[in-house]
């Protein structure tokens, strides 16, 4: 003998004493066994149901074929090849729809696989979406979602086989107890060891998620037209729109198809068993279309932050594009994302920054704070992909943007940055013009002023954006001084609460803000130039 048959004699002798030791003990008479491959539930689920599941789930040699073999020898009723577990009508399990026990799709139809370990096709089909996708991983979480109508089956055929055999003696409703294990968790059971061999980490509770996401539209459909919740939904709506019930069918179809499984769960939990017998066929139909499987993967964002410095007055801080034309060069976020999006790889990304300036004001000082947020990223940063993004931005020739103290940090800071903007101080340098000269009574009346409080309503520049309202905002300080060799323009440093409008709090705004420096010296005032000097918070020092 070889070692070969020698290995699959061994297997066959397991899964035979498998099948010995379930039906001593907590198998029913072989018969009923027999009934419930005859209604078209799989192997696996009665092993699952049944509380050997752990067992079965190991043994390769456990199939269909061997089992009706087992059936054959020591039930009558199975011999001769009347075990309609083989027939190719309702090639699916009625009650996991194909999950614990996969099919493929062959040109003749939809065939179950012979070895029942053959879960390890999907987990093959995992392995090789995360290294299409890139991911870099150091291990694993798994989640998985069902269509309701599992659950839903399962409880058809659970109640079908009390009313079929209730009163034998063998019977009892604990058999058939929900507290044997459920389809998620064997699956769980059947999936993890073969998915961490595969991908070489090990499961746990990990940042990295794998979502196995089964549905089944047509069942689910079904499900979801019988629940009498929803059977009211349709009533009413019907009743508001009067006969017309051609005209909305489609969109109640699509609405019913996109209720949420825990709004179908929590319907099917309020039904009693009576209710449930009279709402739903015993047993279910057989199944003839396997589950549809979407396979996905989620990471939470990660967060990298920093301060920019804005050298030029032609770069805005987002995108800015007007009747399809761009306004500036180019932006601030558009920079530092493609930086970040060579390294990183994820799926989308937003980027927040504590206040912003106008594309034509510049930030100086020690910067703005900023962050981006990397959706489902495809590899976490090292401290040395991050130096390089800096330094790629830094060494820009067009040197329109520079970044400092670039670094990952947590999803706290962004929570801390948003609280805040409102409490923060700025200062800013503003080149202006008076309409007259300024006397040292006129520079030393600016200078003195300390916390000031102004009321702005919002400027006329962006009233076509922002709800028209009345702010209250301080300025803490002032300083101005004359500009070397001219007698109408100074450059004014302030210090003022966030949120202020600057260039409005010098020329007015047309008695919009109030007071102004116009209104303050008694003469026009026009900013000619600003920049942000410094942006006092903590954060990203």
């Known amino acids: 003998m070889t070692a070969t048959h020698a290995a699959a004699a061994e297997s066959d002798a397991e899964a035979r004493s498998i099948l010995e030791r379930a039906a001593a003990a907590s198998f029913p008479p072989l018969h009923a066994v027999h009934h419930l491959l005859s209604v078209g539930v799989c192997v696996r689920c009665i092993f699952r149901m049944f509380g050997a599941f752990s067992h079965a789930c190991s043994c390769a040699s456990l199939t269909v074929p061997f089992f009706h073999s087992f059936l054959e020898e020591h039930d009558d009723s199975a011999k001769g090849g009347s075990c309609s577990c083989l027939s190719t009508d309702g090639a699916c399990c009625s009650i996991c729809f194909g999950i614990l026990l996969p099919t493929c799709h062959q040109d003749e139809g939809v065939v179950p696989f012979d070895d029942i370990s053959r879960i390890d096709i999907i987990t093959s089909m995992v392995s090789q979406a995360i290294q299409r996708e890139g991911y870099q991983i150091d291990g694993f979480s798994l989640e998985i979602s069902l269509p309701a ?10 109640l079908y086989m009390k009313e079929k055999y209730g009163s034998e003696n063998w019977f009892k409703d604990e058999i058939f107890s929900q507290q044997t294990m459920s389809v998620k968790e064997g699956l769980r059971l059947l999936i993890v060891p073969s998915l961490e061999k595969q991908l070489g980490v090990k499961h746990g509770n990990n940042s990295f998620r794998i979502r196995l996401t089964y549905t089944h539209d047509d069942a689910s459909l079904k499900l979801k037209r019988l629940l009498p919740n929803d059977s009211n939904r349709k009533r009413k709506a019907e009743s508001r729109e009067g006969n017309d019930t051609r005209r909305n069918s489609t969109y109640d179809d699509k609405q019913t198809l996109s209720e949420t499984d825990s709004f179908i769960h929590k319907s099917l939990e309020g039904i009693q068993d009576q209710e449930f017998c009279s709402l739903f066929k015993l047993p279910p139909e057989k199944v003839s279309k396997p589950c549809h499987l979407v396979i996905s993967f989620l990471r939470p964002a990660i967060y990298i932050g920093g301060r920019y410095l804005k050298l030029s007055r032609n770069v805005s801080q987002s995108c800015w594009i007007i009747d399809d034309e761009r306004m500036g060069e180019a932006s601030v976020e558009e920079i530092i994302k493609e930086s970040v999006c060579a390294i ?37 940063p ?31 800071i962004w929570a801390m940055m948003r609280e805040g903007e409102a409490e923060k101080q700025k200062q800013y340098a503003a080149l202006i013009w008076t309409s007259s000269p300024l006397t040292d009574d006129d520079l030393q009346k600016i200078s003195v002023i300390k916390d000031m409080e102004i009321v702005q309503n919002t400027p006329v520049r962006v009233l076509h954006r922002r709800s028209p309202l009345e702010r209250k905002r301080i300025i803490h300080w002032m300083e101005i001084e004359k500009v070397e060799g001219s007698s109408n323009y100074y450059l004014l440093h302030l210090c003022t609460q966030a949120g202020t409008y600057i260039k409005e709090f010098v020329h007015g705004d047309l008695g919009r803000t109030n007071p102004s ?25």
Not at 364 to 371: I, N
Not at 518 to 539: F, N, P
């Open 149 to 158: 109508v599992v659950a839903a089956n399962e409880r058809a055929i659970r």
């Open 344 to 380: 990183s790889r994820g799926d989308g990304y937003k980027f927040h920054a504590a206040g912003r300036e106008d594309i034509d004001v510049r930030m100086l000082g020690s910067g703005r704070p900023f962050l981006i947020e990397v959706l489902n990223v495809r590899s976490i």
């Open 382 to 412: 090292s401290a040395i992909e991050i130096q390089q993004i800096s330094d790629k931005i830094n060494s820009s020739e067009k040197k329109h943007v520079r970044i400092r103290n670039l670094k990952l940090v947590d999803n706290e």
């Open 517 to 541: 420096i116009g209104s303050m010296l008694r003469c026009r005032a026009e900013i000619l130039q600003l920049d942000v000097t410094d942006v006092k918070m903590d954060l990203l020092q």
